[in-house]
C-alpha cells in the first residue's frame, strides 16, 4: 500500500522505509510518481516577478526574535532559500514527501523517526548536506530559535546519526509523537560550517549558506529584497519540484503604507498584490488599466480553513483578568454595522476558531464531547454544554450589546464615577488597541467610541512597523489584532498559540499570555489524538472552551483570494487545494508580457 500511514505511529503495522509522511490515512501520491496534480510540468522558467511588502527590515535571519520582521508574502518568500528533509503536499490536508530525504520510517513504538538522506543533496557553495548539518540544525533551533521551535521541539530528546547518510530522532519517553515526525521533517537545515564562523543568534543582512531553490541576491535595506532562482539547485528535477520555482526572480519593494503602495501597483512599479481590504477591493481599482484588461482583477476561491483572525486582549493585564471586562470589548464590537458600512458587505463573521472546517463547535456538545468535557478537571464555563457561542449581541442592535455590557460590568464590581468605570479600588479602566496599519483606523474608531459610552478610557495608538513587532515580541500592549493561517490538521504548533509553556517566553505567539489547565489538557488531547474523529473531538472542544471565555473575540474572514496582477503571468489548471500557490506554481508568460507590452503602447498612443 503506498505511503506512510502514522498508524505506523500506533503499532498497527511493521515500520518501513516509504517515501512520504501522512498524520492520517494514506498518501494520494505513490513512490513512483513524476509531479504534483497542481502544477505544470512543462511550465517555462523565466522572468521577474516584482511583489510588495509594507514596513521595513534590517534582519535575514528568521529563525531569531530578534530584528524587524518581514510581513506578507515575503514572510512566506523566507523559506524559498531552505531544504528541508521533506515538503507538504499543498492538496493533502497532512502529508510530506521526501526532498532532502529520499525515505522515511517511524518505530512502531513511537520512540524515534529515521530519515534517509540523498547523498546528492547540496548547499549553494556545492558541499553536501551531511547528518552533522541536521544535528546541528536541530540542537540549535532547539536552543536558539524563535519560541515555536523551542516549544516543540522539547519532545525530541535527541538527533543521532545512525548510518552515513541516516538521521534519527528520538522521543523522549512517554510523550504522544504523532506530530513530532512531520515536524521534524520540515525543519529549515543550516550549514554547520558556515555557522561556525557566523553568529546564529545575531541579526544580519549578509545572506546566509543555505541550499533550497531560491537564493537571497540584491539587498537594499529596508527598501528591496530579491530572491534569485538557483539555475543548478540539486533537487529541480525531484518529483516534489517538478513544475514549481518558475520566476528566475521574485523582488520584493517596500513601502511605508498600504495607500502608497496601491498607487505604486497602478505605475507598475510591481506586478503582484492580493488585497485583504475590502474598501480597497471594492472602490480602488477604477482605473484605467483594470477597464483595458491590462491588469486581472479576480477573486479565486479558498477552500482551505479560514484563517483566524481575532482581536487579542492582553491576559497578562489585570483589568483583562475578568471575563466580563472581555466580554464588554466584544460587545462593543458592531461586527454587522462594520461589514455594512465600511466592508460593503464583503466579509461573514468568524464564528470559530476552525472556521470552514468541521472542527468548528457549531452546535450543542454531542455525547462524545459531554464526556471529554467531564473528564477534564478544572473552570468550565457551564454554557459550554447548553449554547452554542454566538458572538456577543450579533445582530442584536448595538444599544442593547453596550447595555448588556454595562450589566455584566455592573456584576463584576465597576462603576461610573465622574464619567469614568471604575473599579472597587478607585482605579480607572483604560484599554488601548494596538495596530501599525493607519487603514484600520476606520475599523478601530467605532469600537473606541462605544466603549467610550461605556465609561471605558479607550484609544488607539498607530505605530510603524518596527515598534509593533518589538512591542509584539515583548507583550506590550492592551489589546490588538493577531491574523494567522489555520492548518487542516491542527497538531504541536496550537501549543504556541494557547499553552501555558509559551505564555511568557518573549517572540511566542500566545499573544493574550493564555495560561490555562483546561487548555492545556486539549491541547494534550489534540497532539495525542490518534485518528481524524478524536482530533475534530478535541479540537471542537478547544474551540468551545476559547471562545465561551472569550480568550479570543473573533472577526471575520474572506471565502476568496481577492487577486490583482498585471497581465503577464500563467497558472496550471488546477490550484492547490490549502495555498494559492502564486510563488511556486504561476510562471512569467513571456507572450502575455509582449503583448501587454504592444496594447499598452497603442493605447498610450
Known amino acids: 500500500m503506498p505511503g506512510l500511514c502514522l498508524a505506523l505511529l500506533s503499532g498497527a503495522v511493521e515500520a518501513e522505509p516509504r517515501h512520504g509522511l501522512s498524520t492520517f490515512g494514506d498518501l494520494k501520491y505513490p513512490a513512483d510518481f513524476k509531479h504534483f496534480d497542481y502544477v505544470n510540468p512543462q511550465a517555462p522558467k523565466g522572468g521577474t516577478v516584482k511583489l510588495r511588502d509594507i514596513g521595513t527590515f534590517d534582519n535575514l535571519n528568521p529563525f531569531i526574535i530578534k530584528g524587524v520582521k518581514l510581513r506578507g508574502m515575503a514572510a512566506v518568500a523566507q523559506s524559498l532559500p531552505y531544504d528541508t528533509l521533506m515538503v507538504s503536499a499543498a492538496d493533502e490536508a497532512d502529508a510530506m514527501y521526501g526532498l532532502v530525504a529520499k525515505s522515511v520510517d517511524v518505530d512502531p513504538d513511537k520512540q524515534w523517526v529515521e530519515f534517509v538522506l540523498r547523498p546528492e543533496a547540496r548547499f549553494h557553495d556545492g558541499s553536501p548536506i551531511t547528518t552533522a548539518d541536521l544535528i546541528y540544525s536541530f540542537n540549535t533551533l532547539k536552543t536558539e530559535g524563535i519560541p515555536g521551535y523551542r516549544i516543540n521541539l522539547k519532545d525530541v530528546e535527541a538527533v543521532t546519526a545512525s548510518g552515513p547518510h541516516k538521521i534519527r530522532y528520538r522521543f523522549r519517553d512517554g510523550v504522544v509523537t504523532r506530530d513530532l515526525p512531520a515536524f521534524v521533517a520540515g525543519l529549515p537545515i543550516l550549514s554547520k560550517a558556515y555557522y561556525a564562523a557566523v553568529p546564529f543568534n545575531k541579526t544580519t543582512l549578509t545572506p546566509p549558506l543555505t541550499s533550497g531553490p531560491y537564493r537571497i541576491g540584491r539587498i537594499d535595506q529596508g527598501r528591496t529584497l530579491v530572491y534569485e532562482r538557483v539555475a543548478d539547485y540539486w533537487a529541480k528535477d525531484l518529483p516534489v519540484n517538478v513544475g514549481r520555482f518558475n520566476f528566475d526572480k521574485m523582488q520584493f519593494d517596500f513601502y511605508r503604507d498600504r495607500t502608497v503602495s496601491m498607487q505604486a501597483f497602478k505605475s507598475r512599479e510591481y506586478d503582484f498584490r492580493e488585497d485583504f481590504y475590502s474598501k480597497n477591493w471594492a472602490t480602488g481599482y477604477k482605473f484605467p488599466a483594470v477597464k483595458n484588461g491590462w491588469v486581472i482583477k479576480e477573486s479565486v476561491p479558498n477552500l482551505a480553513p479560514a484563517s483566524r483572525q481575532y482581536f487579542v486582549l492582553n491576559l497578562r493585564r489585570e483589568k483583562f483578568q475578568d471575563i466580563r471586562v472581555r466580554e464588554a470589548f466584544a460587545l462593543a464590537f458592531d461586527f454587522a454595522w462594520t461589514n455594512k458600512n465600511l466592508f460593503y458587505g464583503a466579509y461573514s463573521r468568524s464564528l470559530s476558531l476552525f472556521q470552514n472546517t468541521d472542527m468548528a463547535a457549531r452546535s450543542l456538545p454531542n455525547d462524545a464531547e459531554k464526556k471529554l468535557l467531564k473528564s477534564i478537571k478544572g473552570k468550565i464555563p457551564t454554557s459550554i454544554r447548553t449554547a452554542v457561542y454566538q458572538p456577543p449581541g450579533e445582530g442584536?442592535?448595538?444599544?442593547?450589546?453596550?447595555?448588556?455590557?454595562?450589566?455584566?460590568?455592573?456584576?463584576?464590581?465597576?462603576?461610573?464615577?465622574?464619567?469614568?468605570?471604575?473599579?472597587?479600588?478607585?482605579?480607572?479602566?483604560?484599554?488601548?488597541?494596538?495596530?501599525?496599519?493607519?487603514?484600520?483606523?476606520?475599523?478601530?474608531?467605532?469600537?473606541?467610541?462605544?466603549?467610550?459610552?461605556?465609561?471605558?478610557?479607550?484609544?488607539?495608538?498607530?505605530?510603524?512597523?518596527?515598534?509593533?513587532?518589538?512591542?509584539?515580541?515583548?507583550?506590550?500592549?492592551?489589546?490588538t489584532t493577531a491574523a494567522f493561517g489555520t492548518s487542516a490538521t491542527p497538531g504541536i504548533s496550537e501549543r504556541n498559540f494557547w499553552g501555558s509553556a509559551s505564555a511568557d517566553q518573549d517572540g511566542s505567539v500566545n499573544y493574550s499570555g493564555l495560561s490555562d489547565p483546561v487548555i492545556d489538557e486539549l491541547l494534550k488531547r489534540i497532539t495525542s489524538a490518534a485518528d481524524r474523529q478524536s482530533l475534530t473531538l478535541a479540537a471542537r472542544t478547544l474551540d468551545r472552551v476559547l471562545l465561551a471565555n472569550h480568550y479570543i473575540i473573533p472577526e471575520w474572514f474572506n471565502a476568496t483570494h481577492n487577486l490583482a496582477y498585471w497581465d503577464k503571468f500563467s497558472r496550471p489548471k488546477v490550484k492547490p487545494k490549502y495555498v494559492l500557490g502564486f510563488m511556486d506554481t504561476w510562471w512569467f508568460d513571456a507572450a502575455k508580457a509582449e503583448a501587454l507590452k504592444d496594447k499598452m503602447q497603442k493605447g498610450d498612443n
Open 396 to 479: 442584536s442592535g448595538l444599544r442593547k450589546n453596550l447595555r448588556r455590557a454595562k450589566k455584566r460590568l455592573s456584576q463584576g464590581g465597576w462603576k461610573i464615577i465622574d464619567g469614568k468605570l471604575t473599579d472597587k479600588h478607585g482605579k480607572v479602566l483604560e484599554i488601548e488597541i494596538l495596530t501599525f496599519s493607519p487603514s484600520f483606523e476606520r475599523i478601530l474608531a467605532p469600537i473606541v467610541k462605544n466603549l467610550k459610552r461605556l465609561g471605558i478610557q479607550a484609544s488607539m495608538r498607530i505605530v510603524d512597523t518596527a515598534q509593533y513587532t518589538y512591542r509584539m515580541q515583548t507583550f506590550d500592549f492592551d489589546v
